[in-house]
């Protein structure tokens, strides 16, 4: 049965572990991170030579995928030098990379691979990482890279959280504008049409998706000099301050804007989801024009701001519906009451423990599908091991029947970018995010923590050897330090 589910997802979403999961490999197996479902050795086992100048891929007889699969083939091509060391070698999307955590090298130089049995699949089906390319730009480059790092983690959803309050760097080519206006830099700080098909498209070659988020109606005061009329005028008094707050709501403008905008953003970015955002609402500015007033009394809001908030959601969740994609929410959405399609899923950021447990609950008693951020944010830095503390989270552990825990699809490690740009994100990054990575891919019975340590200490020093600069766990030292001494 496991077996046949490995299949299937093998097909799914990742084609190139298929020939992996059939593969009978000569030894007592390597450390693999994330922890496969199932790893074994026959104690008799031997070792078979990994013979670089002779290695080849190629799929199984009988494999889904036949020759010529694209995807497989590229991924053939880079684990080729993965594994024969920084020129050389290996492995696939996720069984290439486990395949390529298993050759070792004996003391003659001779690639060798002990005899191992995996049969592997992902545990949730999204295990996403957000980058935020808003507070700070991320050259493309780092962009890339990371997603590299996420194939050898078996993470398979990039959310880019792409534009917020401080930039707008997306280049749109319905409102140029936004950018221009908007960016930290309209020529150097943007991502242009032809990057962003860069991104999906070495996104995909890596079995990962790309799941843009275009965060409303809050956490948009970088898209106003782009697109005026489009922000609520915040009061002072009788008169506008010159301050603009979240997106004005009560304007048809506004929703022939958004309409455009998605149906732009839609067709651009090909996966079924986009992210809408929809956190952090500051209704302070609502309140204070007079405007935004009349229309609450004349609609029956009262002075409940959420029914006003609920009012725009709404009709962009009509908009993006119609645009034939299915959507993903932060958890004030929910919270708040607005009115949402049975199939939207709900993200559950906020952080206090005791809460984001019970949010968990709700969401998923309502019959949402859950995804989990709160525990996982990783631009948050602490001294100490703090690796440990994201790898500790059961993404189950909250009451509910097991209907309920049928609905968490996953989870995504987050990197806000307040004080992380391309200097320090990749350190902070990895090997941290790798706890989010196993927690989400492996076995729930996968939580030792001196097996995880060595296992994790073992694949940064991977990671160290193919060029990814991932800090330290704790005191130690890799055969091959980074920058090759
Ligand atoms: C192969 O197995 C031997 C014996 O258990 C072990 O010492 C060695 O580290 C293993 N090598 C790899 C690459 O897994
Ligand atoms: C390494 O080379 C030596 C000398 O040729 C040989 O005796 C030894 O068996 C080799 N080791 C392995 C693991 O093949
Ligand atoms: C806004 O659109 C609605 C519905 O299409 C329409 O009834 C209303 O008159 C419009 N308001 C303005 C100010 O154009
Ligand atoms: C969960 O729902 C209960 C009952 O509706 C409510 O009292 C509680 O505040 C909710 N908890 C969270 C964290 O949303
Ligand atoms: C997880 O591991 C437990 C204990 O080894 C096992 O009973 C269970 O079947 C495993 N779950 C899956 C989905 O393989």
Redesign the pocket.
């Known amino acids: 049965m496991a077996a046949a589910r490995a299949l299937r997802l093998s097909v799914l979403r990742l084609p190139v572990l298929l020939p992996l999961l059939l593969a009978l490999l000569p030894g007592p197996a390597g450390a693999v991170w994330p922890q496969p479902q199932v790893q074994s050795s026959p104690p008799s086992g031997g070792r078979c030579p990994v013979p670089a100048r002779r290695f080849r891929f190629a799929a199984a007889d009988g494999s889904a995928v036949g020759p010529g699969c694209a995807v497989l083939d590229a991924a053939f091509q880079r684990y080729w030098p993965l594994l024969f060391g920084r020129k050389g070698a290996v492995c696939f999307p996720a069984g290439l990379e486990t395949f390529s955590q298993l050759v070792g090298r004996d003391e003659n130089g001779t690639y060798y691979i002990n005899e191992t049995e995996i049969v592997d699949f992902p545990r949730f089906p999204h295990r996403g990482l957000l980058l935020d390319t808003s507070r700070h730009y991320l050259p493309l480059r780092a962009i890339l890279e990371t997603l590299d790092v996420m194939a050898y983690n078996k993470f398979n959803v990039f959310h880019w959280h792409i534009v917020d309050d401080p930039s707008f760097p997306y280049e749109s080519s319905t409102f140029p504008e936004l950018s221009k206006q908007g960016a930290f830099n309209a020529m150097t700080h943007v991502y242009t049409a032809s990057d962003v098909q860069t991104v999906i498209e070495y996104a995909r070659l890596r079995g990962i998706r790309v799941i843009a988020e275009f965060d409303t109606p809050g956490h948009t005061l970088s898209w106003g000099p782009g697109a005026p009329g489009l922000l609520t005028p915040c009061y002072m008094g009788k008169a506008p301050s010159g301050v603009y707050g979240p997106i004005n709501p009560i304007v048809n403008s506004t929703y022939q804007f958004v309409t455009r905008l998605f149906q732009e953003v839609s067709a651009v970015f090909p996966d079924f989801f986009l992210h809408l955002g929809g956190d952090e609402v500051d209704f302070t500015c609502w309140q204070s024009n007079p405007e935004i007033r009349a229309f609450m009394t004349k609609r029956g809001f009262g002075e409940d701001y959420k029914k006003l908030e609920s009012f725009y959601i709404q009709r962009l969740l009509d908009i993006v519906s119609s645009l034939d994609k299915g959507y993903i929410v932060w958890q004030e959405v929910f919270?708040n009451d607005v009115k949402l399609r049975p199939d939207t899923i709900i993200h559950v950021w906020k952080e206090n423990r005791l809460?984001y447990v019970?949010?968990m609950a709700?969401v998923t008693r309502s019959g949402y599908r859950a995804l989990l951020s709160a525990p996982w944010y990783l631009n948050r830095i602490s001294y100490g091991q703090d690796w440990i503390e994201a790898y500790r989270v059961e993404p189950l552990n909250f009451e509910g029947s097991p209907e309920q825990k049928a609905l968490v699809i996953g989870g995504e490690a987050c990197m806000w970018g307040e004080y992380v740009d391309v200097t320090n994100l990749t350190p902070r990054l990895w090997p941290r995010a790798g706890a989010v990575a196993e927690r989400l891919w492996s076995n729930e019975t996968v939580r030792d923590l001196e097996d995880a340590y060595t296992r994790l200490a073992e694949f940064r020093c991977t990671l160290l050897g193919r060029g990814v600069q991932a800090q330290p766990l704790y005191i130690g030292y890799c055969d091959h330090e980074f920058g090759g001494a």
């Open positions: 919270d809460e019970k949010e709700n």
